[in-house]
């Protein structure tokens, strides 16, 4: 899937969203404080901390949510169907990812290491036992967060910022 983030004249941000089935999606962030939109939060640290069914797994796996639109492309028929059966099935991974991202936001706000610490402490908050998620894996993500909150900064109306989400949820 291929994702690309741009301004809103308004300040927030959008994000065009290329699925591999050919549709195309507009996502319409809910930016909260911070420099970089949440939403590409969202990817970049789901993306690194290995979050398949997360917010970008889950619209690559076919879920819509209200903030997205169809821009163009053939939608399944049972669309809706298979949208709530992959949010239901996602339900725990999705609140994972908030409150993980909510850890990377903080960090790159804050100009400050996204720890060990606070990753297990955001574990926690969903799971029971240790966090997966090594010290190295939290220091990529908020690294590629800071580069992308200095390209997002520089960014001019016409531009855009575009990523790769290729992460596939283990078949069962």
């Known amino acids: 899937m291929h994702v690309e983030f741009s301004k809103r ?39 690194a901390l290995g979050l398949t069914g997360g917010l970008w797994g889950s619209i690559a796996a076919g879920a819509v949510f209200d903030s997205v639109e169809v821009v163009s492309g053939t ?28 850890v990377l936001q903080q960090s790159i706000d804050r100009d400050g290491p996204a720890t060990k610490a606070a990753l297990d402490e955001a574990w926690g908050i969903t799971r029971t036992g240790a966090s997966p998620y090594p010290a190295d894996r939290a ?10 909150r200095r390209r997002w900064r520089d960014l001019a109306p016409e531009e855009t910022i575009p990523y790769d989400w290729d992460l596939r949820r283990p078949r069962r």
């Not at 220091?139 to 992308?148: C, K, N, P, Q």
């Open 139 to 148: 220091a990529t993500a908020v690294g590629e967060l800071r580069e992308l």
């Open 75 to 102: 939608l399944r028929h049972d669309r809706q169907r298979k949208s709530d059966a992959i949010r239901r099935e996602n339900a725990e991974q999705l609140r994972l990812a908030e409150t993980v991202v909510g």
């Open 9 to 47: 004249p308004d300040g927030g941000s959008l994000a065009l969203i290329d699925r591999d089935d050919g549709v195309r999606l507009r996502l319409r962030s809910y930016d909260r404080t911070g420099e970089v939109p949440h939403d590409a939060v969202h990817l970049v640290g789901e993306r």
